[in-house]
């Protein structure tokens, strides 16, 4: 299936120059949808994931099927504040300025192999924060797999220690 069809470039979004890359078309058909969760959940299997992490929002609305398929837990990474029990934190840099990821302190453990899901790799900035925040707790981050890799980004470099998978990729900002 050729997914590409069904991601939607919208031009000048959020900001004139930017091709914003819009996954909602992919998760609105039904067997898109499932084809992309199908061969993201295959990518996890094949790394013998037993955890499955997702950042907040899209890497939810990816990496609960996946762990649904695979019979494997879900790990939400939020931003800080909005988990309710102890959390870690991790602070990371943007192009202006700082952000930063929250995970719940009992979430992972050793010997734990992890897959993070996200929609989409652009610097990888928000990528490896999740990362650090998993080898925290003492968790193996044993790949990556994105929907889409903006390859002109360059967020394969930063996540070059890792396995890094994708379903498409996209050049251009």
Known sequence: MELKNFI???EDFPKKGIIF?????????????SYACD???????????TMIVGPEARGFMFGCPVATKLNLGFVPIR????LPREAITEQYSLEYGTNSLSMHKDALKKG?????????LATGGTALAAAHLCEKLGAEVVGFAFIIDLVDLKGR?????????????????
């Open 21 to 33: 890359r819009d996954i909602t078309p992919l998760m609105q058909n039904a067997e898109a949808f």
């Open 8 to 10: 939607a470039s919208i």
């Open 157 to 173: 470099d930063v996540l070059k220690k890792y396995d890094v998978y994708s379903l498409m990729e996209f050049e251009g900002e």
């Open 39 to 49: 061969k993201l959940a295959e990518y996890a299997k094949e790394k013998r994931a």
């Open 112 to 120: 734990d192999r992890v897959v993070i899901i996200d929609d989409l």
């Open 79 to 82: 931003k800080p504040g909005k």
